[in-house]
């Protein structure tokens, strides 16, 4: 019989990856005082004649905040050395990018800029200052900084879809059971969505969700959310495009390869246990963990003490769609099954870390023997899990690789609501390898299958002897 505990899901950041940022125009001048004739590149309106420009180190204007801010939140925390000339040609290809609105100019204004890279960026804001207001451009500028000038998972998060975006991060759509993010055609991470060949695409399903009730698959592309084009948007805003409170319709279109599809998806209140226990065969025990919390880890716990357990010669531990959660649950759940040493090691810009296993496992030795299911929804803690379990010779994986996030997200309040979220460290298996590039590749690589059949929970009954 199955045993489940209730639980919402844990915190995966799902998001994507960057495009390489278009070069600021040349610099005019090393003055603090720019002239703007000079650098608007892209308008034919007409332009203040002067923009001021004021260190972020002095008293920076209200509206420039927000850039100062993120800009030395990235400087103290991010996980490598930051490049200013990166992130300000990212912040320009953030402006424009944006949503143009018509709208009076200033004649002149006061702009802060936190290093001698960003003082052309001050003209060029003003260039753009007939068409959106200046928090906007500021705004658009941040955006842009953590959409094309940093790793895939850092992310600004606007105020108006922080609430939308929540704890689950962006492309997490929890009442719908939804899972999106942007990918190309090789089935690579972008951010751009719209722009070449990325593409909105469903990365996962959940069970029993409304998404799955819709007939909503993954690797389905979504064109369109409530008659909205989705191109040109970034993903923290179509997370709050598709969010709603349960009970809210939700219109999707999805292409697919016979054409476009209409769907209708109504929001539920959809919740989830850590996870399930059975015995699938009487020597075979079946452990499925949906994320990793301190519930999850002390399921694993108690399953490891059953006394119907315990007769088990084989284990099948189910991390497919397990978008991951607290590291240290992670780590409780890797070291029931191995006798010391290291679980995983993370890696920041100035030191490097090793996480150790908690002693006292129930399942340290040889038996029972174990099989560990993934797939392309295998992400983040999940992966520490499969990783570790397979470079020590204690498991054997098999399915399809996992989702590739090896990094640590620290979240920071901005002054305006949103939400910085920005990579400290990323992190290795105890070996050093990285699967951050390819996720975690499986010993016996067997696809999923959508017609109720479950061809690599079967391999993996038939390699433990059940």
Not at 89 to 117: H, K, N, T, Y
Not at 264 to 277: A, I, M, S
Not at 292 to 321: I, N, Y
Request: proline share 6%; glycine share 10%; net charge negative.
């Amino acid at each position: 019989m199955k045993r489940a505990l209730a639980l919402g899901i844990v915190l995966a950041v799902v998001a994507s990856a960057c495009a390489e940022p278009a070069p600021l125009p040349e610099r005019p001048t090393t003055s603090t005082v720019v002239t703007v004739a000079s650098t608007a590149t892209s308008t034919s309106t007409s332009v203040p004649e002067r923009a001021v420009g004021v260190p972020c180190s002095s008293t920076p204007p209200v509206t420039f905040a927000l850039l100062c801010d993120a800009f030395r939140l990235l400087e103290g925390n991010y996980m490598d050395p930051i490049d200013p000339a990166a992130l300000a040609a990212a912040a320009w290809l953030g402006i424009q990018s944006r949503q143009v609105v018509d709208q009076p100019e200033p004649d002149v204004f006061v702009c802060a800029f936190p290093s001698e890279e960003f003082e052309d960026l001050c003209g060029l804001i003003a260039a753009e200052a007939r068409r959106s207001p200046l928090s906007t451009l500021v705004e658009a500028a941040v955006q842009g900084m953590f959409t094309y000038g940093l790793d895939p998972f850092s992310a600004y998060i606007p105020a108006e879809v922080a609430d939308d975006i929540g704890e689950f991060g962006p492309g997490w759509i929890i009442s719908l059971g939804l899972v999106v993010g942007g990918r190309d055609e090789a089935g690579g991470i972008c951010r751009s969505i719209g722009s070449g060949d990325c593409r909105l695409v469903v990365l996962a399903v959940f069970p029993y969700s409304a998404a799955e009730k819709a007939g909503i698959v993954e690797g389905d592309v979504i064109a369109a959310v409530n008659r909205e084009d989705v191109v040109g948007r970034s993903l923290e805003a179509i997370t709050g495009m598709l969010s709603a409170a349960p009970g809210i319709p939700v219109e999707i279109v999805v292409d697919r390869p016979g054409g476009l599809v209409d769907k209708t998806l109504t929001h539920e209140d959809l919740r989830f246990g850590p996870g399930e226990f059975e015995m699938v065969t009487p020597r075979i025990a079946y452990l499925r963990l949906n994320e990793f919390s301190q519930l999850s880890a002390q399921l694993t716990g108690e399953v490891l003490a059953l006394d119907e357990f315990k007769s088990a010669r084989g284990l099948v531990l189910d991390l497919r769609d397990n978008p991951g959660g607290l590291v240290y649950a992670a780590m409780a759940v890797a070291s029931q099954f191995l006798d010391g040493g290291v679980v995983l090691r993370e890696v920041g810009r100035d030191e490097t870390s090793s996480l150790e296993v908690i002693a006292g496992g129930l399942a340290t030795g040889d038996s029972p023997k174990m099989a560990v299911l993934v797939n392309g929804g295998t992400a983040s803690s999940s992966e520490v899990v499969a990783a570790v379990l397979q470079e020590r010779g204690r498991a054997t994986v098999i399915g399809t690789p996992t989702f590739g996030k090896n990094l640590v997200q620290l979240p920071f309040t901005a002054r305006n609501g949103g939400e910085f979220l920005i990579s400290i460290a990323r992190w290795t298996t105890p070996a050093g390898a990285d699967i951050g590039i390819n996720g975690v590749q499986p010993d016996i690589i067997i696809e999923s299958a959508f017609d109720g059949s479950d061809p690599a929970l079967k391999r993996a009954i038939a390699l433990l002897g059940g």
